[in-house]
DNA sequence: TTGTATGCGTTATCAT
DNA sequence: ATGATAACGCATACAA
């Protein structure tokens, strides 16, 4: 089997011309049964499979789906699982591109998507991005594009998030319930309004229980372990330590969890800890961390089902915005009133 | 800006023919200075981009890899970074499908990549996947593909994989030199050929050092915590229960050492653990886990070379096999003679 | 230096 | 029921 075989291969070997083929191949009704059968025995016996790049440019789309990513940890390889599943099941093919937390990778993949191959995109944004003309440069092409996750407001798009100031206000409530008092927050990129909107939740319910604002106790800083430990063991170093973090992000809290155990501290009863995502890794550290657990799967799914949807339907959907809701997952790390059967396993 | 402005608009509106038009954008030195820097200047102004489709059509290629891996754990996703940094290096663009370690989503992505957009594979296979003929569907089609990690001695194909044997014997040996002496193996699927190699690694450690093989103690299992878990727990039941484990994947090192805990056995007294990977996780917990750290990024990067060098040059690879080294970490789970600064951190 | 014609593989339109 | 032709957007051999 040397090339591929066109159409027009088959239709020099039976002496008919390339339209007939191409309509028997595709069981259109003009044409005769005796030829049709011919055609398709031969496809077959030279394994003939239309070219996907031809059709492509006649039609004009490709159905493919530049799916940007800032990276492919725990729960972003979650969600595109979760896109890659509604994505395949409508005729759709993901391309998944990191941008590893870099604005300058996210334009270059941006682009070449954009040059290429894609229908349209589904975008998570990376830390790093301020600047969003390359989205827009997308929107210009009118290629359809769905934000989610990390979502930036100065975009007019459709998108899918998760309550992430109700994230903040679950962890934080939790934690003021358990009797902690000095709560600090790991908040994550400054750049990033998910870490903002964390933030919201967390003030908001500082301020329902009338407990003052400490900004010192408020650091931003990378979703990156190493810096959560590092931030963790200033905190730990006040006069006035905090009795409780909540980090936005389980690896924050994996690097916080590390620099408590460095100073011996116990964990609920010295310090509380919560963390967000829901990471497997918290069920396996000693203590259990407790943690927001968002919807990762599902905000994929939602993602790439408003994107088919937008691709059938011709309706502006720029101000659709969903927003999918957490669950706070409680375990060792905050637990300090103990109602065993509201531990989480 | 309505639609993608083509060379047939510059053409137009320049009353010049597109091929000048193609000749001006690409710097061809058979055109005056004026006409190309009116090209130019329209191009510019209309954001003139080439239509890669058009191109991938005429030039029977896409510059695009398929990458197809059995899911997005930490450590392939770690090698798909390598894949991702040499080739976008190289300017190909990668597409990243999981098959979930299905052999039959592993079928519909590589059928549907093989007929649209990809120049060739790289490719590491399900758990699930006995069959191969997808893949030599990929080679009769004549488009390239490299194996990687996961390997099928069935295929005729360059391959990059690491030395598995030596992974096993290196854990094992070291389980030996600490003492133990009743060592079990969690051996991953029995499909898998680098189960089967990491078993030969472990075999010839016991029969360098004059350990009888025990069957009872070798179990074939997913690459899958739970599953670990529970295989351990049966492993903990027996009469003369096992004083050491080594499990082929983190994952399952992890179930193990749940099993373990519950049991209340004291690591490494009572029991000597080491998993492979280096998965985070196994430096998080306690005690924290030895592991044979796989150079995952590397391999990645190889493979992606090979990859490369294989669409440039015109020779015939298909025997090339690339072996890469491992590297064992010592930590507390199995080390019962204390040498500090041997610790591994 | 520039234009014309042809082809990449396919489908759609219009004839026959 | 089938064939010829144009078109998708671009590059290139050949002609001028």
């Keep these: 089997m040397e090339k591929q075989a066109t159409i027009k291969d088959i239709a020099k070997t039976l002496n008919v011309s390339t339209s007939t083929v191409s309509r028997a191949l595709r069981n259109t009704h003009d044409v005769k049964q005796e030829t049709r059968k011919a055609v398709m025995a031969l496809a077959e016996q030279l394994n003939y499979q239309p070219n996907q790049l031809a059709l492509h440019l006649l039609k004009k789309q490709t159905h493919t789906i530049g799916v940007i990513v800032p990276n492919l940890d725990y729960v972003i390889s979650t969600m595109v699982k979760g896109i890659d599943e509604v994505a395949l099941e409508a005729g759709y093919t993901v391309m998944v591109c990191q941008s590893n937390e870099s604005y300058g990778r996210e334009i270059v993949n941006t682009k070449r998507l954009l040059d290429s191959l894609v229908d349209g995109f589904i975008v998570s944004l990376s830390c790093d991005t301020t600047e969003v003309d390359h989205i827009k440069n997308i929107q210009d092409r009118k290629k359809p594009i769905v934000l989610f996750d990390r979502i930036s407001s100065s975009l007019i798009a459709p998108k899918v998030k998760i309550d992430n100031e109700e994230a903040g206000y679950l962890a934080t409530s939790h934690l003021i319930e358990q009797g902690y008092k000095r709560i600090a927050l790991l908040a994550g990129p400054k750049k990033l309004e998910l870490s903002n909107h964390r933030m919201d939740g967390y003030l908001k319910a500082l301020k329902e229980n009338n407990i003052k604002v400490d900004k010192d106790l408020i650091i931003f800083c990378d979703f990156n372990q190493d810096y959560a430990y590092f931030a963790t063991k200033e905190l730990l170093a006040m006069k006035r330590r905090p009795d409780a973090i909540f980090a936005i992000a389980d690896k924050m809290a994996i690097g916080a969890m590390l620099a408590i155990k460095e100073k011996k501290l116990n964990m609920p009863n010295d310090i509380g800890l919560v963390g ?18 968002m919807p990762a799967f599902e905000l994929g799914k939602t993602a790439a089902k408003m994107f088919i949807e937008m691709m059938h339907s011709e309706k502006d959907m720029n101000e659709e915005e969903i927003v999918l809701k957490n669950k706070l997952i409680i375990r060792e790390s905050s637990q300090k009133i103990l109602v065993p059967n509201k531990l989480g396993k």
């Design 276 to 293: 967000m995502n829901n990471d497997p890794a918290t069920r396996l550290v000693t203590p259990t961390i407790s943690t927001v657990e």
